[in-house]
């Protein structure tokens, strides 16, 4: 099974992390899966993504100590494997899972997918408890000597024929639920590690030969980043996305960063392997950490930000409860033109960055095609110039404004918002 065959271009689509931190529900994945699939399916959003600790009951409940609870009682079954919570996710109450909620997504010709933890967990290596298919217990196969510096949950999984039964149960698992996307934590950059930053790389290892396993094709995601540049080829052998970032959150900072970890990783772009440069926090976000609110970016940032991702070929993930976007926010999610730049066929290509501007385009390896952003990183108007036509005189229609321009000297002359783009096709 290639994995090119099922992940050909950037996965799209909704995860429930930047509003609902720990807390979502099987209501509101419902709800929102009813707004992806009834406005923006057709548009080529299609992933519904349940985020972390899915499997902990009272979650969230103490937020203003922890983000993930000590000691909190668990859902497992009996090989040592998390199930959902019942208290959250009620169809998951007669111990299949995720599986139903999994089957009222593909109704909706949508596609399901759900996070984790690597390893195994330590509650089962505590209790000794079973692995499907071996002789051997948790606490045999769990390294307590490899954990997550921020989730307690967790043990990582030595390297052994029997560590590899559990990852091989795990994943029959969720394809019995009917999974389709896993987005795997504390794996990409093992950061408790300073001084092994891929210490869990056998596990990535372990995860795609149990993902072979099932038959299914299953997308792999690796989180968090930063992920290593040196380490490129595991991934692309590996995994299907991997973090460049550590959460990205919704403040100019980490935008204007984004530029420089994108140039690094530009040539790395190609179907079925795609650098990721993290969710889209657009619209309302933070319920799950107590504080709902509206996006900080402004909107000639959020067009930046779309512009980049699209331009660099980022899988595009939507951090916000969909219902509560506004149009404003909808616009910037269904310009098809910008949304089309994403395909992995559209090599990009950083031509200039410094402190107050950058320049990117990409070229079409089928048909030619060429795009040109100008980005305005600086904190006032300005024009950026460039050539768009290499001296060609004709029209050129900016994409997120529709307007035309009868030459690359015009372009030239136009003035940026500050933090704002041009990009043209």
């Known amino acids: 099974m290639d994995k090119n065959d099922f992940c050909p271009t950037p996965p799209m689509g909704w995860n429930s992390y930047d509003y609902y931190d720990t807390t979502v529900t099987e209501e509101d994945v419902k709800r929102n899966a009813d707004y992806l699939a009834e406005n923006l399916l057709s548009y080529g959003w ?74 195994i967990p330590r509650l089962a290596a505590h209790l000794h408890g079973a692995v499907l298919g071996t002789d051997v217990t948790a606490d045999e196969i769990a390294d307590p000597s490899s954990i997550s510096k921020w989730n307690p949950d967790m043990y990582g999984v030595r390297n052994t024929e029997a560590g590899q039964k559990y990852y091989d149960s795990l994943l029959q698992l969720y394809a019995s639920w009917g999974v389709d996307f896993i987005k795997c934590d504390d794996i990409c950059n093992t950061n408790a590690y300073p001084h092994d930053p891929y210490s869990a790389r056998h596990e990535v290892e ?26 490129v080829e595991h991934y692309r052998k590996y995994a299907n996305m991997w973090r460049i970032t550590d959460d990205f959150w919704d403040n100019w900072s980490s935008l204007k960063d984004m530029f420089e970890r994108c140039r690094i990783w530009q040539d790395q772009v190609s179907a079925g392997c795609y650098p990721d440069c993290d969710m889209l926090p657009v619209g309302m976000l933070g319920k799950g950490f107590g504080n709902i609110r509206p996006t900080g970016f402004t909107f000639d940032e959020q067009r930046t930000m779309l512009t980049l991702w699209c331009l660099f070929g980022s899988p595009l993930m939507i951090g916000s409860e969909l219902p509560a976007m506004n149009e404003e926010t909808v616009s910037l999610l269904t310009n098809r033109e910008i949304l089309a730049m994403c395909a992995p066929k559209n090599k990009p290509h950083m031509i200039r960055l410094n402190e107050d501007e950058s320049v990117w385009e990409a070229c079409s390896s089928e048909d030619g095609v060429r795009y040109i952003a100008l980005f305005n990183l600086s904190e006032t108007p300005r024009k950026i110039g460039f050539d768009i036509g290499n001296g060609v005189q004709g029209q050129f229609t900016e994409l997120w404004t529709g307007r035309q321009y009868s030459s690359g000297e015009e372009i030239a002359d136009t003035i940026i918002p500050p933090h704002g783009c041009l990009v043209f096709r």
């Open 206 to 231: 372990m995860l795609a030969r149990a993902i072979e396993k099932t038959g299914r094709k299953i997308v792999l995601s690796l989180s968090p980043g930063p992920a290593l540049i040196e380490e």
């Open 46 to 119: 299609e992933y519904v993504v349940v985020d972390i600790q899915w499997y902990a009951h009272g979650a969230g409940s103490k937020r203003e100590q922890y983000q993930y609870i000590p000691f909190s009682k668990m859902e497992m079954d009996e090989y040592s494997r998390f199930l959902p919570d019942p208290e959250r996710f009620p169809s998951s109450a007669d111990g299949s899972g995720f599986t139903k909620l999994a089957e009222y997504v593909h109704a909706k010709g949508l596609k399901f997918g759900i996070h984790i933890m690597r390893g």
